[in-house]
């Protein structure tokens, strides 16, 4: 059974920071990825950064320079570091795992419950 789990909720202001973390148990395929997803009211959801094999990492390119994925395999654990905030990234970011798009919401098996980010 898996489960992630996210923390890091907060709410900053325009040029702040916070990082994210997902802790993520049970059995995940390693050769797939894991990334964080965002959905904000009215919007659909999209997605923010991916880690694959290799540590190989896709960032997209509104947060590209200012977010930064990365991962402790040694704790099951995923982070999204987010420097320079902007009101436009005022959204629920959701963990996900076991994925191949590395950005497409449709090719990931596990998600978390979801962690609300708000800058003002």
């Known amino acids: 059974h898996v489960q992630l789990v996210e923390s890091g909720e907060g709410s900053v202001q325009a040029g702040g920071s916070l990082r994210l973390s997902c802790r993520f148990s049970g059995r995940i395929t390693s050769t797939y990825c894991l990334a964080w997803f965002r959905q904000a009211p009215g919007k659909e959801r999209e997605g923010v950064a991916a880690i694959g094999t290799g540590d190989k990492t896709t960032h997209r390119a509104s947060v590209r320079g200012r977010f930064t994925i990365s991962r402790d395999s040694a704790k099951n654990t995923l982070y999204l570091q987010m420097n320079n905030l902007k009101p436009e990234d005022t959204a629920v970011y959701y963990c996900?795992?076991?994925?191949?798009?590395?950005?497409?919401?449709?090719?990931?098996?596990?998600w978390g419950q979801g962690t609300q980010v708000t800058v003002s």
């Open positions: 996900a795992a076991e994925g191949w798009g590395p950005l497409s919401a449709d090719t990931y098996n596990y």
